[in-house]
């Protein structure tokens, strides 16, 4: 669920607009069929605050991931975000980094656009940005168990952003000892990416071939994107995937990927 309450400027009312929404969501939707899930919406503006709001709604599995903006005040590597991951880890709650500014920055590197379509772009830039930071930073490394899953991030920037990292990588890696694999490493054990929407012309041929590139099958999650009026309507996936494929995107790389949807029927929810 994404809403404007990342974007104030006010700790307080962020941080208030945040939990309320959290509320709502767990009051009008989880609440109202059992098949739901949720994610807990933060605002990083004060980190004691998002701790708060993640340590307060943990105690109910039905919420699986806490919820970041890819574009927010500072890159995603930072270590004043590192509370955030550590918690994350320790409750088994991945990162969802979903498209999305808080606007503090300009969404492109040479300014701001005029329009929409500009914006929308560029968000696939912001998400390449943002992981090679949370690699180069260490954020992998100090939490090896922690999980980011990139949400409406496009795929087809991934596979050159994925071999210019490895490249670079060995010349330079003297900087970041601490990044001590290649980048596609981190990016095959660490990141996920969920499928909609798929920004190829030959959307069957997009997916098998980062599938070769990275070597792996369980990089993509299923989404649809609505109702975003971009999305793909009733063709999510393409036609012509493998049936090992389809099965690790439609079902087990979302277990995988989120250790409490196991626990679907066993909420341990406490009323606050």
């Not at 098949?35 to 340590?55: D, G, H, K, P, Y």
């Not at 409750?91 to 498209?99: D, K, S, T």
């Not at 992981?131 to 100090?142: C, P, Y």
């Not at 990141?191 to 070597?215: G, S």
Request: glycine share 6%; net charge negative.
């Amino acid at each position: 669920c994404l809403y404007g309450a990342q974007a104030f400027h006010s700790e307080d009312m962020a941080a208030a607009f945040c939990r309320a929404t959290n509320d709502w969501i767990r009051d009008e939707w989880l609440s109202r069929d059992a098949r739901l899930r949720a994610s807990i919406l933060i605002t990083t503006q004060n980190i004691e605050l998002a701790l708060a709001e993640i340590e307060r709604r943990a105690a109910d599995f039905r919420f699986v991931q806490v919820l970041m903006l890819v574009s927010g005040e500072m890159t995603l590597g930072r270590r004043q975000l590192w509370p955030i991951y550590e918690t994350a880890e320790r409750l088994q709650l991945p990162i969802g980094i979903h498209a999305g500014s808080t606007y503090r920055h300009a969404p492109t590197a040479i300014g701001w656009p005029s329009y929409y379509v500009e914006d929308y772009v560029s968000q696939s830039a912001a998400f390449e940005n943002q992981l090679q930071s949370m690699i180069a930073e260490g954020v992998f490394a100090k939490f090896p168990g922690l999980m980011v899953v990139a949400i409406e991030s496009g795929l087809t920037w991934l596979s050159g952003y994925v071999w210019r990292a490895d490249k670079t990588w060995k010349g330079v890696r003297a900087e970041v000892p601490w990044v001590s694999r290649p980048p596609s490493a981190f990016v095959r054990d660490h990141v996920r990416f969920t499928v909609q929407p798929v920004d190829a012309a030959d959307e069957r041929d997009a997916i098998l071939r980062l599938v070769d590139h990275l070597k792996s099958d369980e990089l993509f999650l299923f989404s649809t994107d609505y109702p975003h009026w971009q999305f793909d309507g009733d063709e999510v996936l393409p036609s012509g995937l493998p049936e090992t494929l389809l099965c690790k995107i439609l079902c087990e790389n979302a277990l995988a990927t989120y250790p409490r949807l196991a626990r679907a029927g066993h909420s341990m929810e406490v009323a606050l």
